[in-house]
T-cell receptor, first 113, second 114 residues
Framework: GENVEQHPSTLSVQEGDSAVIKCTYSDSASNYFPWYKQELGKGPQLIIDIRSNVGEKKDQRIAVTLNKTAKHFSLHITETQPEDSAVYFCAANNGGSQGNLIFGKGTKLSVKP | GAGVSQSPRYKVAKRGQDVALRCDPISGHVSLFWYQQALGQGPEFLTYFQNEAQLDKSGLPSDRFFAERPEGSVSTLKIQRTQQEDSAVYLC????????????FGDGTRLSIL
């Protein structure tokens, strides 16, 4: 089955700097890759997603890139703000059509003012 | 409300007791997923419903776990004879249709087994 690895596990940046989180997946049949932000005591919130027919997607300060050949995808946050501090999870669908997701272990991002 | 609603938010039970966790998906959402999230980990898939049909229960850790969605809307996850290792946050997510669509999560039920 699918396996998703996520790095780094913790990331500390200064306000205004960029943050990059990287993930790799194992199942070449996976074709949907969402990113979630989870704040303490809350459920995961979808922030951006990408499908395998696209190499890059951007939404304001957030961008995601996908390299299908290398089976890795990355989240880029520019001009970070203290409110970006949270745990971020990457995920990949399980290769089938039903859509259940396999998650990475998460990256705790701290943005220092 | 407009989002996925889960209740209770917190549940404390003694080992051996049965518990029931409820999920109200976004109105009209066809697909419903349950995940288990251990402390410091990512969510792990438990089971999936399309309308009232449970199409995948491969992630349920044992036969003590049972889920239902009898009318294709509200879902209940039941855990019988709870064990300490069942302590986790149980998350519910729903999507508008079937297939790979954005999953909208509730805030979860934090289950603690004493």
């Amino acid at each position: 089955g699918e396996n998703v690895e996520q790095h780094p596990s913790t990331l500390s940046v200064q306000e205004g700097d960029s943050a990059v989180i990287k993930c790799t997946y194992s199942d070449s049949a996976s074709n949907y890759f969402p990113w979630y932000k989870q704040e303490l005591g809350k459920g995961p919130q979808l922030i951006i997603d990408i499908r395998s027919n696209v190499g890059e997607k951007k939404d304001q300060r957030i961008a995601v890139t996908l390299n299908k050949t290398a089976k890795h995808f990355s989240l880029h946050i520019t001009e970070t703000q203290p409110e970006d501090s949270a745990v971020y999870f990457c995920a990949a669908n399980n290769g089938g059509s039903q859509g259940n997701l396999i998650f990475g272990k998460g990256t705790k991002l701290s943005v220092k003012p | 409300g407009a989002g996925v609603s889960q209740s209770p938010r917190y549940k404390v039970a003694k080992r051996g007791q049965d518990v029931a966790l409820r999920c109200d998906p976004i109105s009209g959402h066809v697909s419903l997923f349950w995940y288990q999230q251990a402390l410091g980990q990512g969510p792990e898939f438990l089971t999936y419903f399309q309308n009232e049909a449970q199409l995948d229960k491969s992630g349920l850790p044992s036969d003590r776990f049972f889920a239902e969605r009898p009318e294709g809307s509200v879902s209940t996850l039941k855990i019988q004879r709870t064990q300490q290792e069942d302590s986790a946050v149980y998350l519910c997510a729903s999507t508008l249709g079937a297939g790979n669509q954005p999953q909208h999560f509730g805030d979860g039920t934090r289950l603690s087994i004493l």
